[in-house]
């Protein structure tokens, strides 16, 4: 009877330890969970850390280049006069003193920050520009400005007898141009 005692107290002290060992197992990998993991030591981390300064810095510059242009731009904006055209025989007689007219209101032309080429499904394109933060379209208005012509190198802008020519920004980004 004494031998059998023994292994019953062997049997039991092994399924304690056994226990035990599983506590100690599960309580450490439940405590490398509810731990923060340190931004440090990973190599993924630290790449991505790496990618979001690269990005912040170009942001950055674009922002400067584009903002060390704005005082250039209403060096760009000079108004145009529209003449229509007159026979060469047929003279007009100057106007009285009284009759003449006032120089125009000075007009604020619309920031362009983009032009871009809507195509179709049946293989059509149209070009739209981006005026003042508004998709514009040939023929829209903007205020007292109407938009004549959008090209690759700027937008024509009409109003009555003068017209703008707003040169395209540059290309920062595109689908196209890699």
């Known amino acids: 009877m004494h031998r059998l005692g023994n292994r019953i107290h062997a049997l039991v002290g092994l399924w304690i330890l056994a226990g035990l060992v599983v506590l100690g197992v599960n309580g450490t990998m439940l405590m490398s969970l509810l731990d923060e993991p340190l931004a440090g030591n990973s190599s993924g981390v630290r790449i991505a850390d790496q990618g979001f300064r690269n990005y912040r810095m170009l942001v950055t510059t674009q922002a400067e280049k584009i903002t060390s242009g704005m005082d250039l731009l209403t060096s760009w ?8 055209e007159k026979p060469a025989f047929q003279q007009t007689p100057a106007p009285p003193s009284y009759a003449r007219k006032r120089a125009p209101a000075p007009v604020t032309l619309p920031a362009l920050t983009g032009i871009m080429t809507s195509r179709s ?15 514009c379209a040939e023929g829209d208005r903007l205020g007292t400005l109407t938009v004549m012509r959008i090209a690759r190198r700027g937008v024509s802008l009409v109003r009555r007898d003068q017209a703008w020519f707003l040169k395209a920004p540059d290309i920062a980004y595109s689908l196209t141009a890699q």
């Open 77 to 84: 904006f000079e108004p145009v006069a529209v003449e229509a």
């Open 121 to 135: 499904s049946d293989g059509g394109s149209r070009r739209l520009a981006v005026l003042d933060g508004r998709i």
